[in-house]
């Protein structure tokens, strides 16, 4: 990615507690930035509008000139969007990832020191989940119960494919779920890159292709194949030499393998590793996986460390270079307007932004900000603190000012 000393970054603000913590996380961006580079270098901001915003204005809730300017300026920044309560809306997120085609979902959870757990050794939590962004259940394919358009599939489904050991009532609502070689090969890839760039050690496919064997058991066999072109060493070649030769051999190669720099590849099926990830999750470092499991195991992975008030995402396409970053949570409606939601969740995300900027400095002074911030007990509500939204940001701002 070629950045020009001052890039154009468009924002959108967002709906509900957008407002809140939008401008406190810029406050943070800027005094980053000034930090680092003084004058030599700085984000030249570009408000977009999108939702309830938007609709106030001009009567849509995604302007075209909004999808335009993102495409023009490759790197957006967003606070949460609402959706539209109504059958005919979709969701504003879900229409900008599918026309930009961002099909990594990128959600690093790391635990900072300070902050409660419900979960007795939070530290050992430090994982990048990518979840396939554009395919799967939510590729938005549904019909609505006794509609025509499920009746005729399952008529056909019936008729042509005889599909007779699983009865479908004729008041199904249908919802189809579209799993490509290609789409989840990307995934995966982008997956195995992150893992060497940022030497890591393990990648995990997580499915449920017992059950669903040919969407997200194909998840699983193109995750392999994809792994034969990285430095691996898989959980299909271990258990071939155990087969084999036995587990004592096959517990040798693998840390041979392991100590010649190569990533462990294995996969878990979705329920088991839910589980695994509250009693062992240090046995886990990169997972790719499917759109709808990386949606819950996302948001079961970001309570073990303080919640989704701190957990940050990226929308990102790594051949077009079109990146979203978002605050993970929604609009949060019952506490926006009160100058009290948590904005690490935004500033996080611009962490991840400036380290795909390659502006890495920047991306480390306000981490270190956020962890002595949290450190020092300077926490807002959602974390047990007392701190407004604004006196926390005060704080991490003061910080970055003394570095
Ligand atoms: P939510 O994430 O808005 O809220 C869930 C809970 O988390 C609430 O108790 C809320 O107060 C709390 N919370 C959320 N963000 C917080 C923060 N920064 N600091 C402290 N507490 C925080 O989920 P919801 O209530 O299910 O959804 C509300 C709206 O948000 C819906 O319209 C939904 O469609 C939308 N939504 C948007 C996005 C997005 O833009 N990426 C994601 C999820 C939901």
């Not at 430090?126 to 799967?136: A, H, K, P, V």
């Not at 259940?137 to 609505?144: R, T």
């Not at 300077?378 to 910080?399: C, I, N, P, R, W």
Request: glycine content about 8%; hydrophobic content about 40%; aromatic content about 10%.
């Amino acid at each position: 990615l070629i950045v020009p000393d001052y890039p154009t970054i468009g924002y959108i603000r967002g709906d509900g507690v957008g407002e809140d913590i939008f401008p406190q996380a810029k406050r943070v961006f800027d005094a980053a930035v000034l930090k680092i580079f003084g004058e030599k270098k700085k984000i030249d901001w570009q408000k977009l509008l999108a939702g309830g915003e938007a609709f106030a204005s001009r009567g849509e809730y995604l302007p075209d000139e909004t999808l335009e300017q993102i495409k023009e300026n490759l790197i957006a920044i967003k606070g949460p969007l609402m959706t539209p309560v109504g059958e005919s809306f979709r969701s504003i997120n879900v229409t900008l990832r599918q026309k930009l085609d961002l099909y990594a979902c990128v959600r690093p959870v790391e635990y900072f020191t300070g902050i409660k757990s419900p979960v007795r050794a939070p530290e050992k939590v430090n994982m990048t989940i990518f979840r396939e962004n554009t395919e799967d259940i939510y590729a938005g394919i549904e019909f609505s119960s006794s509609s025509k358009e499920s009746k005729k599939l399952i008529n056909f489904l019936e008729r042509e494919l005889s599909v007779h050991s699983i009865r479908f009532p004729e008041t199904s609502a249908i919802g189809i779920k579209p799993v490509s070689p290609d789409g989840s090969k990307r995934l995966v890839s982008a997956a195995f890159d992150y893992a060497i760039k940022m030497n890591k050690k393990r990648v995990t496919f997580v499915h449920k292709g017992n059950i669903m064997k040919f969407t997200e058991g194909g998840f699983r066999k193109w995750g392999y194949e994809v792994a034969k072109n990285y430095p691996t060493f898989t959980k299909l070649e271990y258990d071939k030499i155990k087969e084999e030769k036995g587990t004592e051999q096959s517990e040798k190669e693998k840390n041979i393998a392991l100590k010649s720099g190569k990533i462990y590849v294995d996969d878990a099926i979705a329920d088991n590793f839910l589980q695994q990830i509250i009693l062992n999750p240090d046995n886990f470092e990169v997972v790719a996986t499917l759109n709808l499991n990386g949606d819950y195991i996302s948001d079961a992975l970001a309570a073990q460390v303080g919640g989704i008030g701190i957990a940050p995402g990226a929308n990102i396409n790594y051949e077009s270079g079109h990146a979203i970053f978002e605050a993970t949570h929604g609009t949060a409606p019952d506490i926006a307007g009160k100058n009290i939601a948590n904005p690490s969740s935004l500033i996080l995300s611009g962490v991840m932004m400036f380290e795909y900027l390659g502006w890495q400095e920047v991306a480390e002074l306000i981490k270190i900000a956020l962890s002595a911030s949290f450190h020092s007990g300077a926490l807002t509500a959602d974390l047990g603190g007392k701190l407004s939204t604004s006196e926390f940001t005060d704080t991490l701002v003061q910080y970055i000012k003394n570095y």
